[in-house]
């Protein structure tokens, strides 16, 4: 009667006829009455002590069936559907099918281990990339005073690109690294040498993301840079703050801009729309800020008409140029006469503006035009005299020059006028002599109005009556000496 083989799930594998031997799987069952069943028997126990041993897997095996792979020395199970690893990684050129959850391959092509988690394999490492290692690696080096310091190194294909360290040092001449000479506290770049003072050198190498700080941007201390100053505060700066020559633009629309021009030339430009206008604005004794005025394309504009005031009492400004002044001016240096611009003077100066001086006279070589009146009343004409005379000295003809100081016996041909109202003959060199109208006169003794004065010695008059007649007093005088009296010419 026929042997059934059940497997372990109760499931039915073979029948075995008596006398044969089946061979279904790599375990041979042998039928009853069959003869010579001793060899196959321990065969069959000797596979199961063996496990199968052999570089070829068994060709019928069963799912939980054992096999010991002697070309990898690995033992292997059988799923179902395949020879698996069983304990260690499955080791293949290409990715394996049929793993579970937490498997481990091992890629032969690039020496690298994966685990498996349900739905893809997960390189486990090494991170290799490319020719070169592409992972982070935790080395020993020694510093410039030869104590060992751990720290972890950044690399791709084959090139450290950065170091991260708990402490700052020196990297030895034993172990270096192409790149690095310090290794700072926390995290160093590539080219980022004690040399170039933090900055990364030659660039290329970048920090790529949002930095909560910084000690440096571009190699500038972050502490020279503008900053927001915080809780609503004014940024205060304590040294100069520099801009290249482009300058700033402030505002929302970039109103503003601050900017240096021609190389040397500061500018403050409105840059946005048509018109536009910058505005100064200050505050008053009051606190109240006030527009003072404003610059725009056409000039310089107070900001209220007939309000603002350019300088002051204390503070004048130098010198003012334009073409045209319109308006009132208080004072001014020079008055412009047709082309030519003439300042003031209180001497009978060429080519200036006669003022008056600090007498309130006006001094003139030639006055030139119609009076209605004048301050002196005479007419006197110029004569060349031996010498020079005191106002007043009673004139006749002769002597060294044209006229001398008259006595008596003398015509009497006028008196040495001060101030004439007309003079005639003024180019010419000499003394003005009164001719006619009233000047003051030289006399000697008391005199009262109304009494006709005489020539009488050098000059000097008196009323004692002589063929030398000057004039009439014009007022009355009872001194004794010598004095100038008011008269009316009669010579």
């Known amino acids: 009667m026929a042997y059934q083989i059940d497997r372990y799930s109760?499931?039915?594998?073979?029948?075995?006829?008596?006398?044969?031997?089946?061979?279904?799987?790599?375990?041979?069952?042998?039928?009853?009455?069959?003869?010579?069943?001793?060899?196959?028997?321990?065969?069959?126990?000797?596979?199961?002590?063996?496990?199968?041993?052999?570089?070829?897997?068994?060709?019928?095996?069963?799912?939980?069936?054992?096999?010991?792979?002697?070309?990898?020395?690995?033992?292997?199970?059988?799923?179902?559907?395949?020879?698996?690893?069983?304990?260690?990684?499955?080791?293949?050129?290409?990715?394996?099918?049929?793993?579970?959850?937490?498997?481990?391959?091992?890629?032969?092509?690039?020496?690298?281990?994966?685990?498996?988690?349900?739905?893809?394999?997960?390189?486990?490492?090494?991170?290799?990339?490319?020719?070169?290692?592409?992972?982070?690696?935790?080395?020993?080096?020694?510093?410039?005073?030869?104590?060992?310091?751990?720290?972890?190194?950044?690399?791709?294909?084959?090139?450290?690109?950065?170091?991260?360290?708990?402490?700052?040092?020196?990297?030895?001449?034993?172990?270096?690294?192409?790149?690095?000479?310090?290794?700072?506290?926390?995290?160093?770049?590539?080219?980022?040498?004690?040399?170039?003072?933090?900055?990364?050198?030659?660039?290329?190498?970048?920090?790529?993301?949002?930095?909560?700080?910084?000690?440096?941007?571009?190699?500038?201390?972050?502490?020279?840079?503008?900053?927001?100053?915080?809780?609503?505060?004014?940024?205060?700066?304590?040294?100069?703050?520099?801009?290249?020559?482009?300058?700033?633009?402030?505002?929302?629309?970039?109103?503003?801009?601050?900017?240096?021009?021609?190389?040397?030339?500061?500018?403050?430009?409105?840059?946005?729309?048509?018109?536009?206008?910058?505005?100064?604005?200050?505050?008053?004794?009051?606190?109240?800020?006030?527009?003072?005025?404003?610059?725009?394309?056409?000039?310089?504009?107070?900001a209220t008409d007939n309000t603002v005031t350019l300088g002051s009492t204390g503070y004048k400004w130098s010198n003012v140029y334009a073409s045209n002044f319109t308006g009132e001016a208080s004072q001014a240096t020079a008055l412009r006469v047709g082309t030519d611009f003439r300042t003031a003077s209180s001497s009978a100066s060429n080519n200036t503006v006669a003022v008056r001086d600090a007498t309130g006279n006006i001094a003139a070589n030639l006055f030139q035009g119609t009076a209605t009146q004048a301050r002196y009343a005479d007419l006197a004409e110029i004569y060349a005299t031996d010498e020079i005379h005191p106002v007043g000295t009673a004139i006749a003809v002769g002597g060294k020059a044209e006229a001398r100081a008259a006595s008596i016996g003398d015509i009497c041909i006028g008196v040495i006028s001060d101030n004439p109202a007309y003079l005639m003959n003024s180019d010419a060199e000499g003394q003005a002599v009164g001719l006619k109208g009233r000047v003051p006169v030289r006399v000697n003794g008391p005199i009262s109005k109304g009494q006709a004065v005489y020539a009488w010695k050098d000059g000097v008059c008196s009323t004692i009556t002589t063929n030398a007649l000057v004039g009439v007093a014009l007022e009355t005088s009872t001194e004794e000496g010598e004095k100038l009296v008011e008269c009316v010419l009669k010579v």
């Open 10 to 302: 109760n499931t039915l594998l073979t029948n075995v006829e008596d006398g044969t031997v089946d061979q279904t799987t790599d375990l041979k069952f042998i039928g009853k009455n069959y003869a010579g069943y001793g060899e196959i028997q321990n065969e069959n126990f000797l596979f199961l002590l063996e496990n199968f041993s052999g570089a070829t897997a068994p060709s019928r095996p069963l799912s939980g069936q054992i096999w010991y792979d002697t070309s990898v020395s690995k033992l292997k199970f059988y799923d179902g559907t395949k020879w698996r690893t069983n304990g260690g990684s499955e080791a293949s050129a290409t990715q394996p099918t049929g793993l579970s959850i937490g498997d481990f391959w091992w890629d032969t092509t690039n020496d690298q281990l994966y685990v498996f988690n349900g739905t893809i394999f997960i390189l486990v490492g090494p991170q290799n990339a490319g020719d070169g290692v592409t992972q982070m690696q935790s080395l020993e080096l020694l510093d410039t005073n030869g104590t060992q310091r751990n720290v972890i190194a950044g690399t791709v294909n084959g090139e450290t690109v950065f170091i991260v360290s708990s402490a700052e040092f020196d990297i030895g001449a034993s172990n270096t690294i192409t790149g690095f000479d310090r290794v700072k506290k926390g995290l160093t770049l590539i080219n980022t040498k004690l040399a170039t003072d933090g900055v990364t050198t030659p660039a290329g190498h970048y920090y790529w993301g949002t930095a909560s700080d910084s000690l440096r941007l571009g190699g500038v201390l972050a502490s020279q840079y503008i900053q927001q100053a915080s809780g609503g505060a004014n940024t205060v700066f304590t040294t100069a703050v520099e801009f290249p020559d482009a300058g700033i633009l402030i505002g929302n629309s970039q109103d503003l801009q601050l900017f240096i021009e021609n190389g040397t030339e500061g500018v403050i430009q409105n840059v946005t729309g048509n018109n536009s206008k910058i505005k100064i604005k200050n505050t008053n004794g009051s606190g109240t800020n006030t527009h003072t005025m404003d610059f725009t394309s056409s000039g310089l504009i107070p």
